[in-house]
């Protein structure tokens, strides 16, 4: 089956600098990778998605690369915000609405 | 009212009890998941169902069985619980024409 990796575990930044979380998965045949992000206290939130038609797609401040050839894929997080401060995860889907496989996660902290 | 609500939100139990985490969704999907969330593991998938007569069992399916009583309810049950099942339980919901998973506010169980 398929294998999500996520790197870093933990990240800290300084309030206003960039983040990036990194991800690899194993099935070539993935062809949808969301990222939900998760605040504390509560469940995983969507918070943008790609497909394997398209390199990259921006929404604001967040911005997701895909590399399908190196099965690599990353969140770009640019002038991050206190409530950024998250734990956010990455996952993998093959074609047909099918389920989801989840990284290991990644807690981000901004530090104001 | 939350879309997605998990009983009870948290629970403490001895080992070898019978326990049944339950989740009730006003979204109207047909599909429903459970998964559990371990420091450093992520979030992984016990048990998913896509529609009501649809049970399939996830990657850790061991020691866990469901019921779906309708399309609004999904139950999680731990026959005999052991202590390396402490840990915090979602259950989440789709559409069955897309990708976006919604979570509920998770289910924090301690297995002594």
């Known amino acids: 089956g398929e294998n999500v990796e996520q790197h870093p575990s933990t990240l800290s930044v300084q309030e206003g600098d960039s983040a990036v979380i990194k991800c690899t998965y194993s099935?070539?045949?993935?062809?949808?990778f969301p990222w939900y992000k998760q605040e504390l206290g509560k469940g995983p939130q969507l918070i943008i998605d790609i497909r394997s038609n398209v390199g990259e797609k921006k929404d604001q401040r967040i911005a997701v690369t895909l590399n399908k050839t190196a099965k690599h894929f990353s969140l770009h997080i640019t002038e991050t915000q206190p409530e950024d401060s998250a734990v956010y995860f990455c996952a993998a889907s093959l074609g047909g609405y099918q389920k989801v496989t989840f990284g290991t996660g990644t807690k981000l902290q901004v530090i104001p | 009212d939350a879309d997605v609500t998990q009983t009870p939100r948290n629970r403490i139990t001895k080992t070898g009890k019978r326990i049944m985490l339950e989740c009730s969704q006003t979204?109207?999907?047909?599909?429903m998941y459970w998964y559990r969330q371990d420091p450093g593991l992520g979030l992984r998938l016990i048990y998913y169902?896509?529609?009501?007569?649809?049970?399939n069992k996830g990657e850790i399916s061991d020691g866990y069985s469901v019921s779906r009583q309708a399309q609004a309810k999904f139950s999680l049950s731990l026959e005999s619980a052991i202590p390396n099942q402490t840990a915090l339980y979602f259950c989440a919901t789709s559409a069955s024409r897309a990708h976006e998973q919604y979570f509920g506010p998770g289910t924090r169980l301690t297995v002594t």
């Open positions: 099935d070539s045949a993935s062809n949808y």
């Open positions: 169902s896509f529609d009501v007569k649809d049970i």
């Open positions: 979204k109207g999907h047909d599909r």
